[in-house]
């Protein structure tokens, strides 16, 4: 099973809404202290490619990005 490329949330894009961590709490959370969001895992199973292509669309601040290597 292949697994997602590494994706992180631009803190400073971020509005703070939740939506990427009810959308995939497996790999997003709640900064300590802060309302922001960050991944604390980005090593997903492929088959959560069209749930983290979705929630980049969906995202308010466009803050959820592919690490480029
Ligand atoms: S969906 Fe985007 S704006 Fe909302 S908390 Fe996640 S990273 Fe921040």
Not at 4 to 17: K, Y
Not at 53 to 67: H, N, R, S, V
Request: aromatic content about 8%; some cysteine; overall charge negative.
């Amino acid at each position: 099973m292949g697994r997602t490329p590494e994706f992180f949330v631009d803190q400073d894009l971020c509005t703070e809404c939740g939506d990427c961590i009810k959308a995939i709490p497996q790999a997003f959370r709640k900064t300590d202290g802060e309302e922001v969001a960050e991944v604390f895992n980005a090593d997903l199973e492929e088959t959560f490619m069209p749930k983290v292509q979705q929630i980049m669309t969906d995202c308010p601040g466009k803050a959820i990005l592919w690490k480029k290597a």
